[in-house]
Structures are given as C-alpha cells and as structure tokens.
C-alpha cells in the first residue's frame, strides 16, 4: 500500500523527534570523551587572552553576519519579497538566537513569521533559506579544496596521501564547476533533494552571472569567518608566533567545519558535531588540547555575540511599536 505524501513527511517528523535527542546526547558525550582525553594537556595549558585580536576577531564575525543578510536579501529580492536592508538585518539577528533550541527549524520559522508581517509571502521567505544555504555550502567547495592541497595538509590527515593531495582537491572543485557551467541543471538537482526531505523546490531559475555573485557574496562572508577563527586562535593559543604558514590552514578549517556541522542535520547550530570537525582538522596541525579549546572558544564566543546583536535587534523591533 503506498504511503501518501503527507504520512511520509509525518513519519520523517516523528522519526526525526526520536532520533535527534538520542543524536545530541551522543553528540555531547563525545565532547565530553574528547575533554577527557585532552585533560591533561589542557590542564598545563598555559592561557593567553589578546584583546585586540578577540576585538577583530568578533568585528569579523559581526561582519560575516552582515555579509549573510545581504546574501539572503539578494535571493529573497529574486524571489520577489523586498525588504529593505536595515530592515532585513532587523529580523534576521532577532530571529538568529533561537537557532540553538533543538529542531533546527525554529530560526527559518521565526524569520518567516517576521517577514509575513513585512507582506513576505511564507513560501518566498522559506525558498530563500533554503538557497541561501544552498549557496553557502557550494562556496565551502573550494575552500576545502585549497585546505587539502595545502602543503602537508592531506599528509597530516591521512598520513599516505601527501603526494596525491591535489588530486584529493580537485574532485572538491566539481560542485564550483557545475555550479558556473550547469545552475539550470543544480537548482534541478537542489529540488530533488528538496523534495527527498519533505521541502518545497525553489521556484526560480538563476543565471549563470547572478549565481556566480551570489557565490562571491558567500565567499566574501567566509573569508570574515575565517578571519575571526584564526584571530581567536591566536587570541588562545599558547604562543601564536609558531604558527607560520598553518595560519591558512586555519583558516579553511572553519568553514569546513561549520559545514560538516550544518549537513549533520543532528544537532541544533551544529552542535558539538562542528567541535568535533574542528578537533579532527586542526589537531594534527596545532595539537588536540590546542584544537579543542580553538574549537570550544569559538562556539562560546559566537553564542555570546548571538545573544548581544539579537538583544540589540529586538530591542530596535520593540521600540518601533
């Protein structure tokens, strides 16, 4: 007996509401299996707070932020919702905060209930979401490109593969390849995926040129991200003098992270599943007490920005009323 297209999508929301507590239970044991086995190490760790490169390294996340919105904007501008850019940064910090409540689907929720008040149908709001990260899970292609064909890097990971590594970079380059010469046929592939999950397709069909900026708009915003996890790292890190040429190294390892985190689906904002990115990235790099506390510090550090640009934000909503 076929099962009809709502019962399918009931039954992926209750097997999702069985599975993610049980996935983020697991999710912080091992977090805390990682401390233990790093607690020595951290316990001689010898601590250096920087100020001035904890300041950049949060004007750079404030920024990225900035650089989302815009992102996002563009795209809900070409599905047909116009809101102005004040407005859009407005509504996009207040509804950030509750990204961290388990479901990952409390943040496009509010953002969508915000934007119907604005005359943003709900559909328009949510398709824009959803290519939004769309987009900047493409633009992490090639900067997992360039982490793996980095000089030693695959060799530090894999331990074999140091003279294949730019042959481990290159297929990391088809999704950008596709992506330039193929968008008709990726948003085809987005919408099949869509509709694997239970999402609406996005109806819209990009050019080549608007898809290659909005790319470069995704870049932008990780180059800012990249920026403030290596400014933090040199903040916490016991002696950032040694770093030299992994400084880039660290700088791709963000956003892979951050993607690893995204696409785990498990977890809400990622959680714990990014840190353990993090600790498997950098810890042949920088060593895994080090990784760690790089990988922890920049979790707390963006929730406490979180909480103070969304503070600001709602605070600028209710005083319009």
């Known amino acids: 007996m076929a099962v009809s297209a709502p019962e399918a999508r009931a039954n992926r929301s209750l097997l999702r509401q069985l599975v993610q507590p049980v996935a983020i239970a697991l999710a912080f044991l091992l977090l805390i299996l990682l401390l233990r086995s790093q607690w020595d190490s951290l316990k001689t760790l010898e601590w250096h707070i920087r100020p001035g490169w904890l300041a950049l390294s949060g004007l750079c996340i404030v920024g990225g932020w900035l650089i989302e919105v815009a992102l996002w904007r563009r795209l809900m501008t070409i599905l047909g919702g116009r809101i102005a850019y004040i407005r859009s940064v407005q509504l996009w910090f207040a509804s950030a905060i509750v990204r961290y409540i388990p479901g990952n689907i409390w943040q496009p929720i509010s953002l969508t209930v915000r934007c119907r008040a ?5 559909e328009t709001t949510l398709a824009s979401l959803s290519l939004f990260h ?18 030693g890097a695959a060799a530090a990971l894999t331990g074999w ?13 088809v999704p950008i390849i596709v992506f330039a010469f193929w968008p008709h046929g990726l948003i ?17 069909e990009l050019t080549r040129r608007e898809l290659v900026i909005l790319l470069g708009i995704s870049l932008a915003g990780w180059l800012l991200f990249s920026t403030a996890f290596t400014s933090l790292a040199i903040t916490l890190l016991p002696s950032s003098a040694a770093l030299g040429d992994r400084l880039p190294v660290l700088m791709a390892a963000y956003p892979m992270a951050f993607a690893i985190g995204f696409v785990s689906l498990i977890t809400p904002s990622g959680l714990a599943v990014r840190e353990g990115a993090l600790f498997v990235l950098l810890s042949p790099i920088v060593g895994g007490a080090q990784a760690l506390v790089i990988a922890l510090g920049m979790r707390v550090w963006e929730i406490v920005l979180d ?5 600001v934000a709602m ?5 319009e009323k």
Do not use: C, H, Y
Not at 136 to 150: C, G, K, N, S, T
């Open 118 to 122: 604005e005359g943003v149908r709900a």
């Open 161 to 173: 593969t140091e003279s294949f590594s730019l042959w481990w970079a290159l297929p990391l380059a």
């Open 307 to 311: 909480a103070a640009v969304a503070t």
């Open 188 to 204: 085809a592939l987005a919408n099949r995926v869509l509709g694997l999950v239970g999402r609406d397709p996005l109806p819209l």
């Open 134 to 151: 769309l987009v900047q899970l493409l633009a992490v292609a090639p900067i997992a490109a360039a982490f793996v064909a980095m000089s």
């Open 315 to 319: 605070l600028s909503l209710t005083r």
